[in-house]
T-cell receptor, first 115, second 113 residues
C-alpha cells in the first residue's frame, strides 16, 4: 500500500528566508507525486506534480520540488518565502498507471512566516 | 476556469438532523471524492465515486452516505448528524488516470450543535 509521510507538522520561517518542506513516500514503483497548498479556510490548490523525466519540477508561486528515488523523497522548496506563503502544504502520491488515480495524502505541514 | 463548487461555505446543524452537502463540477470528470479534514489528522477519505450511480467506501464511511445521480454532482449525506461530525468537508474531482491529480472545492465547514 502506498503511504506518505510529512515529518514536520509545523514550520516557522522568516520572510525572505529559504524553505524546504519534506515529503517521504512508500510505493512499489515510481509513483506520481503532487504538492498541494491550502490557504486558511480554503480548498487545496495544486502547486506542482511529477510524473517522469526531469527530477526537478517547477510549480506555481515560485515553488519547486525534487524527486529523489534513492531517498523516496519529494521535497518542496522555495528560495525566498513571502508572508502570503503562510498556509498548509500537503504532499500526495498516486499510482503510476491509468487504471485508477487514488491519491494518498500526507498529514500536512503548516507553514508560518515571521515578518 | 475549471471548477468544483461546494454549495455552502459554512453550515450549522443540530444533532440528529439529516444534512446534505452538495458538490458540483463542470469539468466532465469521472471521479469524485469526499474528504473530511480535521486538525492533526490530515485528509481522510469518506467516499468516492468513479461513475454515475457508483460509489465506493473510503477510510471513514460510518455515519455517511453518498449519492451520484448525475455525472457532475456528488452529494454527501449525514443521516443523523452528531457533534463528532463537526469538521471541514472537502469535495474533489478528477479524470481517470493518476497523472491528472485532483481539483478541489473550497470546502464546507460544518458545525453540529
Amino acid at each position: 500500500a502506498q503511504s506518505v509521510t510529512q515529518p514536520d507538522i509545523h514550520i516557522t520561517v522568516s520572510e525572505g528566508a529559504s524553505l524546504e518542506l519534506r515529503c517521504n513516500y512508500s510505493y512499489g514503483a515510481t509513483p506520481y507525486l503532487f504538492w498541494y497548498v491550502q490557504s486558511p479556510g480554503q480548498g487545496l490548490q495544486l502547486l506542482l506534480k511529477y510524473f517522469s523525466g526531469d527530477t526537478l519540477v517547477q510549480g506555481i508561486k515560485g515553488f519547486e520540488a525534487e524527486f529523489k528515488r534513492s531517498q523516496s523523497s519529494f521535497n518542496l522548496r522555495k528560495p525566498s518565502v513571502h508572508w502570503s506563503d503562510a498556509a498548509e502544504y500537503f504532499c500526495a502520491v498516486g499510482p503510476n498507471n491509468n487504471a485508477g488515480n487514488m491519491l494518498t495524502f500526507g498529514g500536512g505541514t503548516r507553514l508560518m512566516v515571521k515578518p | 476556469d475549471v471548477k468544483v463548487t461546494q454549495s455552502s461555505r459554512y453550515l450549522v446543524k443540530r444533532t440528529g438532523e439529516k444534512v446534505f452537502l452538495e458538490c458540483v463540477q463542470d469539468m466532465d470528470h469521472e471521479n469524485m471524492f469526499w474528504y473530511r479534514q480535521d486538525p492533526g489528522l490530515g485528509l481522510r477519505l469518506i467516499y468516492f465515486s468513479y461513475d454515475v450511480k457508483m460509489k465506493e467506501k473510503g477510510d471513514i464511511p460510518e455515519g455517511y452516505s453518498v449519492s451520484r445521480e448525475k455525472k457532475e454532482r456528488f452529494s454527501l449525506i449525514l443521516e443523523s448528524a452528531s457533534t463528532n461530525q463537526t469538521s471541514m468537508y472537502l469535495c474533489a474531482s478528477s479524470l481517470t488516470g493518476a497523472n491528472y491529480g485532483y481539483t478541489f472545492g473550497s470546502g464546507t465547514r460544518l458545525t453540529v450543535v
